[in-house]
């Protein structure tokens, strides 16, 4: 292990990540992820997902209670963490995650898995390693053919309030001086930093958070940030593409800005560009996002003329909000609240809802054709209600288990 990693390590032992109980489940659902490119084969009977770096993985164990039928492995340097989450995996029975001890700069250590895993997870890691390209290329020698790696790294625009203030209190702080000493001097900068560098930014409350959050945005020992050029350039060495956002709204044009002219010129730019414009304008502190293999196809776009054959299923990351006599309401994500008007996308999102396996487009409007719903209409919805992103399409190469 090397000197970075040692002191990584030595830090993250003193202050597992993440603090609390589970917080976000929404990048860790297997078929979700995979249905963002074109799978045609599968070739063994569970998916197999890695979180590299996991950390105390309190969402991870959401994740795998969750997904029964879907095998997942977590990896850390951290042994603290994972002394911990493998005694929670074993009081709560969960019998498709288990762990191990391993250096994502050291391949030796990554538990393999024929064939290559079919989702790689790693979240808020990469950019604590001494050498990211490698590590990364590590997990992207581990990844399947066909699978898809999810990332988080952070970002370096929207990090500039947090660096300026990491710059102020290294400057404060004294050689040899014990942790207890340097959190002190740093919540005291942060409390003024509460009014001048984090105000009105996302930053905003840092002061407050609790230890393990504060140690880990304030404190860390080893870390780099990426912009829209550099994380092109690690991802084409690392032999990756990006495929998407896990937040496609947070990077749209027609979301953020209101200025029709300004509209139209971004528009015009390729797909980087408007990023790289995006998060000069934007605070975007985390770069979160899904890659896969270069050679890997993008899904194809739905067409009304495909939707009768093909399968759907609800978007596990939709919440239900309310379910008053007048209908429900879900939310996706940070996307605005949807409220079905019609009596078809009603019934549609009730029935995708409570179906407990995916349904193909004529088996939902068949089961509809008593609630006044024509075929076209539900057809119609669907297309809309997928473009959303409420309903997702999952590959046909994964045979699922229904519970
Ligand atoms: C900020 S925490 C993120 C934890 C988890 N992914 C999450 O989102 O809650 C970073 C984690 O990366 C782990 N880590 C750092 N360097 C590592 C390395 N070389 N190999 C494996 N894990 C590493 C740390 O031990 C720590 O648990």
């Known amino acids: 292990m090397d000197k970075v990693t040692s002191k990584v390590r030595a830090f993250y032992e003193t202050y597992p990540y993440p603090p609390g109980g589970a917080v976000d489940c929404d990048g860790y659902h297997a078929r979700l992820l995979l249905s963002y490119i074109e799978r045609t084969e599968n070739g063994r009977e569970n998916l197999q997902v890695l979180e590299a770096g996991c950390g105390r993985a309190v ?29 929670a995996v074993l009081s709560r029975g969960l019998s498709n995650l288990k762990f191990a001890e391993a250096d994502l700069l050291d391949p030796s250590s990554i538990p393999p898995v024929e064939g290559g895993y079919d989702l790689i997870l790693s979240y808020g890691v990469i950019h604590h390693l001494s050498d990211p390209l490698k590590g990364l290329s590590h997990l992207q020698a581990n990844l399947s053919a066909q699978g898809v790696i999810a990332l988080m790294v952070d970002g370096s625009f929207g990090r500039q309030p947090l660096d300026r203030y990491r710059d102020i209190l290294s400057t404060l702080e004294r050689d040899g001086e014990i942790a207890s000493s340097r959190m002190a001097t740093a919540r005291a900068l942060a409390r003024v930093a509460e009014h001048t ?51 496609p709204a947070d990077w749209s044009v027609n979301r953020l800005l209101e200025e029709p ?62 379910k008053e006599s ?23 999102m009730a029935l995708a809802e409570l179906s407990s396996s995916q349904l193909s487009g004529s088996q939902i409007a068949n089961r ?36």
Request: net charge negative; glycine share 2%.
């Open 59 to 87: 969402n991870l164990q959401a994740a795998a209670r969750l997904q029964p039928d879907v095998e997942f492995t977590g990896i850390d340097i951290n042994r603290v963490a994972i002394r911990e989450a493998q005694q």
């Open 326 to 348: 007048g209908g429900a309401s879900y939310q996706l994500r940070q996307q605005a609240l949807f409220e079905p008007e019609t009596l078809c996308e009603q019934q549609v």
């Open 197 to 247: 560098l984090f105000k009105g930014n996302c930053w905003q409350g840092t002061a407050e958070v609790d230890e393990v959050e504060f140690a880990d945005r304030c404190l860390h020992v080893h870390e780099c940030n990426y912009d829209m050029d550099s994380l092109k350039q690690l991802l084409d060495a690392a032999g990756l593409r990006f495929v998407r956002w896990l937040e």
């Open 368 to 403: 509809l054709a008593e609630s006044d719903c024509s075929h076209d209409a539900v057809f119609s919805v669907l297309y809309e209600l997928e473009a959303r992103e409420l309903i997702y399409r999952p590959n046909t190469a994964f045979s699922e288990v229904t519970q």
């Open 261 to 322: 002219s300004l509209k139209q010129l971004l528009s015009q730019q390729d797909e980087f560009q408007r990023y790289r414009l995006i998060e000069r304008l934007f605070y975007r502190p985390k770069l979160t996002f899904v890659a896969a293999r270069q050679a890997a196809d993008s899904r194809h776009e739905l067409s009304m003329a495909d939707i009768a054959q093909t399968s759907f299923r609800l978007n596990p990351q939709v919440k239900l909000m309310s």
